[in-house]
C-alpha cells in the first residue's frame, strides 16, 4: 500500500540529512518495548495516555487486549489480528478472517456465508478446531545474546545454524515452568533479535458475522479502494479450561476472562483525531533494493496472470450453484484478494516511481560506504549478484507455486496423503501409526468436503496449459511435456483421463485404498505422480541457484540494511520490517486528495450502500433486512449529529497484510474501528512508505454496533459490552 511522491528526489533526500532525530506520526511498525522513544511524537498527534498503559508486564494494559489469530502447529504466523471487547473474552476481527470459519460451518441448509450467523446465547456459539489466539505476555531484546554466539567468519549456512540453536535456548529458558510459548524473531534483516512470549489459546468460537452482502460488500471491485461501505467484522469467543489456563474444545471449558479488554466508541468522529492501530502485520519489504523491486514487480505480474485463469473459471462455477459457492467462495476470496493487490501494486510502484527512490537512496549509500568497513562497500554489488543468479529461477518459481501447486488442489493434496500412507509402511514410525491414520482421515475429510471434480479438472486442465505455453522449458516438469506430446496439446483430455486412473480423484476410491494402503499402487497413481513432480520442482528450484550467491544476497541484505541504520542514525528513527509480531502504528483519522480535482472525505455512512446497490448475487447486493432499517433511518443511538449512521473511515496508519482485524484506538484507549484495507494509490507502501497518500481504511464501530443490535438484534452481545457515548 504505498502513494504519491510527486517530489525531486534529490532535494527530499537532502533535506531528510537536515532533520531532526523524530519520525513522522504516520510512518512505521514500531515495537512496543521501544515506544519511549515515540511518545512526544505521540502525545503531539493526540495520544493522552502513557507509554505503559500500552506495554506493561506487570500489570493490565491495552496489549492484553490484542489478539494474534493463528493456526495450530503454527499459532505465531499470524493471519490476522482481533481485538477483546468485553469482560467475557469477546472478541472481534474482520469478516473475511474469520470467512473460512463461516464457510467451514456452512451447508445448503445453514448458508451462513448467505445469511450471516448470529449466537444470542453461548451454547449457540461454534467451535473452530485448529483455530488459535495468542496474546503477547512479554518481549525482550536478545541480540547481545544472540550475536555472542556468532562471528565474522563463519559462513551464512553456519551463521544460520548457531542462531537457530541459541533462539531453542533462549525460548526454552524463558518459558520455562510456565504455559507460554516463546520464539525469537530477527529485526532488520537479521541485525537484530527479540525475544516474544505468548499465551495461546485453543478454544476459539464463533459468535456472530453479517452476511456476505455485508461483510464483502463491493467485492473485487472495492477491494483495495476508498470510498468503502464494506462491513467487515466477524465476532468470536476464546474460552479457557475451568482453571483459565488454555485448553482444547471442551465442554466444561468457560469464557476467557481477559486481564483487560476495550471500552467500544460510540462518540463522533472528526478530521486530526488521533487513531493508534495494534496489531500483527504480516511483511513489509522497506529495505528492499532497486534489484529486489525488480524481481517484485516481474513476480507480481505473473501472479496476477496466472491467478485470472483460476479466477475466472471459479467465477463461472460459483454462479452455477449454491452447493459450488459454498465450497469455492473462501478459496476464492483467499485468491482474489492477493490477485488484484499485485497488479495494485505494480500500478502504484509505476506511478510514484519507487525504482527511482530506490535507486537514489543505494547512490546515497555507496557515497557514504566509501571508507567504510568492506562489508558495507561490497554490499550492494552482492545484492546486485544474487538477484541476478536467480532471475529466470523466480520466475520459474512463480509457475510452478502458482499455476501447479496451489492453482489446482489435488495434486499437491494427492503427494501430501501420498506421504502419509509412506510412512505406515516405515517401522520407524510404526509408534506413530495411529497419528498418522488420523491425520490422513482429517487431511481426507477437510479436502473432499470442498472439493468438486469438475472444477478441479477446468481448474487442472487450464493451468497445466497455461503453464506450458509460458514456461521456461528448461525449468518444464516431465509430465507437462509428456501431456502435452501424448494428447497433442489437449489438457483437458488429459486431465480427464487422469482422473480415470486415480484413486485420489474421489473420497470413495481413495478411502477404499485406505482400506489396504498398497505403496506400488500407490507409486503409480497418476495425480500422485503429479504431486510428486511439482515438489520435486519446487525444491529443485531453490538449488539451482549457486550457494556462494545465495549466500552473498543474505549477507548483502544484512549489511545494507545495518548500513541504512547507521546512515540514518540521529537523523530518523527508523522501524523494523513487519514479520507477523505485535506492531503498533500512529497517526490520525485524514481525508485525502488522490488525483487532480478528486478529494477524498475522510468518512463514509450508510447511505452509500443504498447508492451502490447492485442486482441480487452480485457484489453490491444490499440485503432486504438492511434495505429496510437504512430507508426508515432506524440507526437509534448509533447515529452523527447529522443523523447519518458511519460506516468507514480512513486514517494514516501504516499498515500491511495481518493487520486486518487490529483495533484502531483513540487517544483514551476506546475502540473507534477495525482495520480492514489499504488504498490503492498506496499499495506500495510495503516497499517504500508514501506520506501523502497512504491510508488505512476502517470499519466504523458504529456501524458495528448498529448491525449487531438493529440488524442482528443480538442485544446479548451489546449487553457484554461497555460503550462510550
Known amino acids: ?331 476464492y476470496a483467499e485468491c482474489s484478494n492477493y490477485w488484484k493487490y499485485s497488479i495494485e501494486q505494480n500500478k502504484a510502484l509505476k506511478q510514484l516511481n519507487t525504482m527511482g527512490v530506490k535507486r537514489q537512496i543505494e547512490d546515497d549509500y555507496r557515497s557514504w560506504a566509501q571508507g567504510k568497513d568492506k562489508r558495507y562497500r561490497e554490499a550492494l554489488a552482492q545484492i546486485e549478484k544474487g538477484y541476478a543468479d536467480r532471475a529466470g529461477i523466480s520466475a520459474a518459481q512463480t509457475y510452478c507455486i502458482e499455476g501447479l501447486l496451489i492453482g489446482p488442489e489435488l495434486p499437491w493434496t494427492a503427494f501430501q496423503m501420498g506421504k502419509g500412507f509412506e510412512l505406515l509402511d516405515n517401522p520407524q514410525f510404526a509408534a506413530y501409526h495411529d497419528q498418522v491414520v488420523a491425520s490422513v482421515n482429517e487431511m481426507a475429510t477437510a479436502f473432499y468436503k470442498d472439493y468438486d471434480a469438475t472444477i478441479e479438472q477446468r481448474l487442472e486442465a487450464a493451468l497445466f496449459q497455461y503453464v506450458y505455453e509460458r514456461m521456461d522449458p528448461q525449468f518444464m516438469p516431465e509430465f507437462l511435456t509428456a501431456a502435452h506430446k501424448k494428447y497433442k496439446g489437449n489438457f483437458a483430455k488429459y486431465v480427464a483421463d487422469m482422473h480415470k486412473k486415480s484413486f485420489f480423484a474421489s473420497e470413495e476410491s481413495l478411502r477404499k485404498f485406505m482400506e489396504k494402503p498398497d505403496l506400488k499402487k500407490l507409486a503409480k497413481d497418476p495425480i500422485y505422480q503429479v504431486g510428486s513432480q511439482v515438489y520435486e520442482l519446487y525444491t529443485t528450484l531453490r538449488s539451482r541457484v549457486p550457494q556462494s550467491s545465495v549466500e552473498g544476497l543474505q549477507r548483502g541484505i544484512r549489511n545494507f540494511t545495518d548500513g541504512i541504520l547507521q546512515f540514518n542514525e540521529g537523523r530518523k528513527l527508523m522501524s523494523p520490517d513487519a514479520n507477523s509480531t505485535i506492531r503498533l502504528t500512529y497517526g490520525n483519522v485524514k481525508s485525502y486528495d488522490p488525483r487532480d480535482a478528486v478529494s477524498y472525505s475522510y468518512y463514509t455512512t450508510i447511505a452509500g450502500v443504498l447508492q451502490k446497490e447492485g442486482p441480487a448475487g452480485g457484489e453490491f447486493e444490499v440485503p432486504a433486512r438492511l434495505k429496510e432499517l437504512v430507508l426508515a433511518r432506524d440507526f437509534g443511538r448509533y447515529a452523527d449529529k447529522n443523523g447519518e449512521l458511519p460506516a468507514c473511515f480512513v486514517t494514516t496508519n501504516d499498515i500491511t497484510g495481518g493487520n486486518s482485524g487490529s483495533p484502531v484506538i483513540d487517544g483514551e484507549g476506546n475502540l473507534i474501528g477495525l482495520a480492514f484495507d489499504g488504498n490503492s494509490e498506496s499499495m506500495s507502501g510495503d516497499i517504500d512508505f508514501e506520506e501523502r497518500l497512504q491510508r488505512c481504511i476502517c470499519l466504523d464501530t458504529r456501524y458495528m454496533l448498529w448491525v449487531i443490535d438493529k440488524y442482528a438484534g443480538a442485544r446479548n452481545l451489546i449487553d457484554e459490552m461497555t460503550i462510550k457515548d
Not at 456452512?106 to 495468542?134: I, K
Not at 496474546?135 to 556468532?150: G, H, S
Not at 553456519?158 to 540453536?165: F, G, L, T, V
Open 1 to 331: 500500500m504505498n502513494h504519491m511522491k510527486f517530489r525531486v528526489i534529490t532535494l527530499a533526500l537532502a533535506l531528510l540529512m537536515l532533520m531532526p532525530a523524530a519520525a513522522r506520526a504516520d510512518e512505521g511498525m514500531w515495537l512496543l518495548s521501544l515506544l519511549g522513544k515515540n511518545y512526544a511524537d505521540m502525545q503531539k498527534a493526540g495520544f493522552k495516555l502513557t507509554v505503559e498503559d500500552i506495554y506493561n508486564v506487570n500489570k493490565s494494559c491495552l496489549k492484553d487486549a490484542v489478539v494474534g489469530l493463528g493456526e495450530e502447529g503454527s499459532p505465531f504466523n499470524h493471519f490476522c489480528t482481533g481485538e477483546i471487547i468485553s469482560p467475557k473474552g469477546l472478541m472481534t476481527t474482520n469478516h473475511h478472517c474469520g470467512y473460512e470459519k463461516l464457510q467451514q460451518h456452512s451447508t445448503v441448509g445453514h448458508d451462513y456465508l448467505r445469511d450471516g450467523f448470529w449466537a444470542y446465547s453461548m451454547d449457540q456459539e461454534l467451535p473452530n478446531p485448529g483455530m488459535t489466539a495468542s496474546i503477547l505476555i512479554r518481549m525482550e531484546d536478545v541480540t547481545d545474546q544472540v550475536k555472542a554466539a556468532l562471528s565474522d567468519e563463519m559462513s551464512e549456512s553456519e551463521r544460520e545454524k548457531a542462531i537457530d540453536q541459541v533462539c531453542k535456548n533462549i525460548e526454552k529458558k524463558a518459558v520455562e515452568g510456565t504455559q507460554y510459548d516463546a520464539h525469537v524473531e530477527p529485526m532488520f534483516n537479521g541485525n537484530q533479535f527479540f525475544l516474544f512470549v505468548h499465551i495461546v489459546y485453543k478454544d476459539v468460537r464463533l459468535v456472530g458475522a453479517p452476511p456476505s452482502s455485508m461483510g464483502k460488500f463491493g467485492g473485487d471491485t472495492d477491494n483495495w479502494m476508498w470510498p468503502r461501505h464494506t462491513c467487515d467484522f466477524s465476532m468470536f469467543r476464546i474460552y479457557t479450561a475451568p482453571d483459565g489456563s488454555p485448553a482444547e474444545y471442551a465442554e466444561e471449558n468457560v469464557p476467557l476472562n481477559p486481564k483487560h479488554f476495550f471500552p467500544v466508541s460510540n462518540r463522533e468522529l472528526k478530521e486530526g483525531d488521533f487513531s493508534m492501530v495494534m496489531g500483527f502485520p504480516g511483511t513489509t519489504d522497506r529495505f528492499l533494493t532497486s534489484y529486489g523491486l525488480k524481481e517484485t514487480e516481474a513476480d507480481n505480474q505473473l501472479r496476477y496472470d496466472i491467478r485470472t485463469v483460476k479466477i475466472n473459471i471459479l467465477r463461472e462455477e460459483m454462479a452455477k450453484s449454491q452447493a459450488n459457492r459454498i465450497k469455492y467462495d473462501s478459496k
